[in-house]
């Protein structure tokens, strides 16, 4: 999970909400035949690069292709406690996700639950292992994650991601239920269900990919090859696993 950078507001969901108070979702969703609603979709993919805010795998722009994308709420809309603010219409509780391994191609391939990640695993622990529905302070919140900052070290022989520690320590981020930026990031890990064996396996081939890179350099002796990519991959923010990237580039 990395920092996603966009607008503080969106002016058509607001003035949706302020001219129909007690819409319900799936009135926004039937809105003007789905086209507000597609609209905010597209906008929530376009800020982040059209990468899942979650896991960072690639969603595709194609629109034939729309129902790979989701609008997940961070603060769980079916939440019924008294609020202050409407989770349901708030475009800051808004992230566009993918559908979390839940799709045919990979429950074809994959072994669900245990493949289950993003939205589609968070909202599983909500229902079977009692979460609570607002998750500012269990999880990381990607617009609020600092500038140029990565929290997460990628681990070569397994895929996986973890907590690095010692950025984390220089970190005090807010809210946070645990006692360290440390313990979030971890809990946001196992929350998202990131290390599963489908990610896992998505993020290795990042690796295997530095490593042809790295083979062709050797093969031609052009050490600007290498730059090329790795440049590439510390600011373009639209490459998939884009966090495994950075890790990568900095060992
Ligand atoms: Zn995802």
Not at 52 to 58: D, G, L, R, S
Not at 63 to 92: A, M
Not at 151 to 167: H, P, S, W, Y
Request: aromatic share 12%; charged share 30%; net charge positive.
């Amino acid at each position: 999970m990395k920092r996603i950078n966009r607008p503080e507001a969106h002016q058509k969901l607001a003035s949706f909400k302020a001219k129909n108070k007690n819409a319900k979702w799936n009135d926004f969703r039937n809105y003007a035949s789905g086209k507000l609603y597609e609209q905010v979709r597209k906008d929530l993919f376009i800020a982040q690069g059209w990468l899942c805010a979650y896991c960072e795998t690639k969603i595709p722009s194609d629109d034939c292709k729309k129902h790979h994308r989701r609008i997940e709420h961070f603060h769980s809309k079916g939440d019924q406690c008294n609020l202050d603010y409407d989770i349901t219409f708030d475009w800051k509780n808004l992230l566009g996700v993918c559908r979390g391994g839940s799709d045919k191609s990979n429950t074809e391939q994959y072994e669900v639950p245990a493949n289950l990640t993003c939205d589609a695993h968070k909202e599983r622990m909500e229902s079977t292992g009692g979460y609570s529905k607002n998750w500012h302070g269990s999880l990381l919140f990607p617009t609020q994650i600092p500038e140029n900052v990565s929290f997460f070290t990628f681990e070569k022989n397994t895929g996986k991601l973890a907590a690095n520690i010692e950025v984390c320590s220089r970190f005090n981020l807010q809210p946070n239920n645990f006692d360290t930026t440390a313990e979030l990031v971890n809990n946001t890990i196992l929350s998202l269900n990131l290390n599963c064996r489908r990610l896992n396996e998505a993020r290795r081939e990042i690796l295997f990919e530095r490593e042809r890179i790295i083979k062709k350099v050797r093969e031609t002796g052009n050490k600007g090859y290498l730059n090329f990519f790795y440049n590439k991959w510390l600011t373009d923010n639209s490459l998939p696993f884009s966090t495994t990237r950075k890790c990568l580039v900095r060992l």
